[in-house]
């Protein structure tokens, strides 16, 4: 499943012309809508009494023609989703959680957000999508359009995975550049049974396959038939790139071949290197083993040298001597404490009065509460 954004526009009446249409080459067939940002929004191919293409695009415009800023220069946003003709043929309900997912991660209509943009996915063909937006919330905010493709290609390869589609994002490094439709065409003119473009994978991926280096890896090209163009560094002359071209593919009335480059084949055949990389025939021989006397082979990365590093403990983790532990006394028990023949606990010992003369410069004791300084202290309990 891949994704791939086309260029922005202003007029969005003219783009849904064209989705609806026929197309440059009688190429659309049965075009509708699977979803939009309403899903009961009615199809102007299939009910056109109730909506019609003009209504449409007024409908997706009113947002735009209802910000009080500046307005984008360009507020179409368009996005086509595209399978592997090998895949099975996508049902519109599968179509429709596609597209929704597709405008929720760029940043077009979020999951739950009823104030996103307004958008809707067209169908009008058998292996693909066309998701057309307007960029302008509902609630007269410009949207956050930001890393749309990446996240959209992590969304691809999600569907990907769950329904069993053949890898096609550029985030999978194994995944292969699906033939454009001009190339379709052009195979079917001139009678081929698929595009050159498939033609060169499966050619380049076997020599790639097979090749011990990448003189090797050229070589086989050559002698499957195909031509090929080495790209040299300028500096040290080696070889960082290639590209091959079909026999009898060519462009501009014939006079020049239609060349691909590893990167526009696969994108781990960028370059001979990368495409030698899955053979094991090409990974360096491993390291011999260690024997009791052989040296210890030096890592990469800088390893620090156990003689010079300093193991300290924290200040906390010091191991100091604890003292030895004090004998603790037996514990009494309060039957213990108690005299014999009382069931009581003895009272601390009663503290005489001090009959001794105060010291000179001292101050007096305080006097009972119950008394005055003119008066003699009364008795506590009167006599009776």
Same mark, same amino acid.
């Given at each position: 499943?891949?994704?791939?954004?086309?260029?922005?526009?202003?007029?969005?009446?003219?783009? *849904?012309?064209?989705?609806?249409?026929?197309?440059?080459?009688?190429?659309?067939?049965? /075009?509708?809508?699977?979803?939009?940002?309403?899903?009961?929004?009615?199809?102007?191919?299939?009910?056109?009494?109730?909506?019609?293409?003009?209504?449409?695009?007024?409908?997706?415009?009113?947002?735009?023609?209802?910000?009080?800023?500046?307005?984008?220069?360009?507020?179409?946003?368009?996005?086509?989703?595209? $399978?592997?003709?090998?895949?099975? =043929?996508?049902?519109?309900?599968?179509?429709?959680?596609?597209?929704?997912?597709?405008?929720?991660?760029?940043?077009?209509?979020?999951?739950?957000?009823?104030?996103?943009?307004?958008?809707?996915?067209?169908?009008?063909? /058998?292996?693909?999508?066309?998701?057309?937006?307007? &960029?302008?919330?509902?609630?007269?905010?410009?949207?956050?359009?930001?890393?749309?493709?990446? $996240?959209?290609?992590?969304?691809?390869?999600?569907?990907?995975?769950?329904?069993?589609?053949?890898?096609?994002?550029?985030?999978?490094?194994?995944?292969?550049?699906?033939?454009?439709?001009?190339?379709?065409?052009?195979?079917?003119?001139?009678?081929?049974?698929?595009?050159?473009?498939? =033609?060169?994978?499966?050619?380049?991926?076997?020599?790639?396959?097979?090749?011990?280096?990448?003189?090797?890896?050229?070589?086989? *090209?050559?002698?499957?038939?195909?031509?090929?163009?080495?790209?040299?560094?300028?500096?040290?002359?080696?070889?960082?790139?290639? !590209?091959?071209?079909?026999?009898?593919?060519?462009?501009?009335?014939?006079?020049?071949?239609?060349?691909?480059?590893?990167?526009?084949?696969?994108?781990? &055949? +960028?370059?001979?290197?990368?495409? #030698?990389?899955? #053979?094991?025939?090409? &990974?360096?021989?491993?390291?011999?083993?260690?024997?009791?006397?052989?040296?210890?082979?030096? %890592? +990469?990365?800088?390893?620090?040298?156990?003689?010079?590093?300093?193991?300290?403990?924290?200040?906390?983790?010091?191991?100091?001597?604890?003292?030895?532990? +004090?004998?603790?006394?037996?514990?009494? =028990?309060? +039957?213990?404490?108690?005299?014999?023949?009382?069931?009581?606990?003895?009272?601390?010992?009663?503290?005489?009065?001090?009959?001794?003369?105060?010291?000179?410069?001292?101050?007096? %004791?305080?006097?009972?509460? #119950?008394?005055? %300084?003119?008066?003699?202290? !009364?008795?506590?309990?009167? /006599?009776?």
């Amino acid at each position: 499943m891949m994704p791939k954004k086309a260029d922005s526009g202003e007029t969005t009446v003219d783009l *849904l012309d064209y989705l609806f249409g026929p197309g440059d080459r009688d190429e659309h067939t049965d /075009p509708h809508i699977v979803t939009a940002w309403d899903p009961a929004l009615p199809c102007p191919a299939r009910i056109p009494g109730r909506m019609t293409l003009s209504v449409l695009g007024l409908l997706l415009d009113a947002p735009v023609d209802a910000l009080r800023g500046p307005r984008p220069a360009e507020h179409v946003w368009h996005v086509s989703v595209r $399978n592997a003709p090998t895949d099975r =043929t996508l049902t519109d309900t599968e179509w429709a959680t596609v597209a929704a997912e597709m405008v929720a991660v760029a940043g077009v209509a979020p999951h739950g957000d009823e104030h996103g943009c307004r958008w809707v996915a067209v169908r009008h063909a /058998p292996d693909h999508i066309h998701i057309v937006a307007t &960029l302008a919330r509902q609630d007269g905010r410009h949207p956050r359009i930001r890393g749309d493709i990446p $996240n959209m290609h992590t969304a691809a390869r999600t569907f990907e995975t769950a329904w069993g589609l053949e890898p096609m994002s550029p985030l999978d490094e194994t995944a292969r550049r699906a033939p454009a439709t001009g190339e379709k065409e052009k195979a079917t003119r001139r009678g081929l049974t698929e595009p050159a473009r498939a =033609t060169l994978q499966r050619t380049v991926r076997e020599a790639a396959a097979l090749a011990t280096d990448d003189t090797d890896f050229l070589t086989r *090209l050559r002698d499957a038939g195909l031509r090929v163009r080495e790209h040299h560094n300028a500096t040290t002359g080696a070889v960082d790139g290639y !590209a091959v071209a079909l026999p009898g593919d060519r462009a501009d009335h014939g006079s020049r071949p239609v060349w691909f480059s590893g990167r526009t084949l696969a994108y781990d &055949l +960028s370059r001979p290197g990368s495409a #030698n990389a899955t #053979n094991p025939r090409s &990974l360096p021989p491993p390291s011999p083993a260690l024997t009791p006397g052989s040296a210890k082979p030096r %890592p +990469s990365w800088p390893v620090p040298d156990a003689r010079r590093v300093r193991v300290t403990s924290p200040p906390w983790a010091t191991s100091w001597p604890s003292p030895p532990p +004090s004998p603790r006394p037996p514990y009494a =028990t309060r +039957s213990a404490l108690r005299p014999p023949g009382s069931s009581r606990l003895p009272g601390p010992p009663a503290r005489a009065p001090s009959t001794a003369p105060p010291a000179p410069g001292s101050r007096p %004791p305080p006097a009972p509460w #119950n008394t005055h %300084p003119e008066r003699p202290a !009364a008795a506590a309990h009167p /006599p009776s």
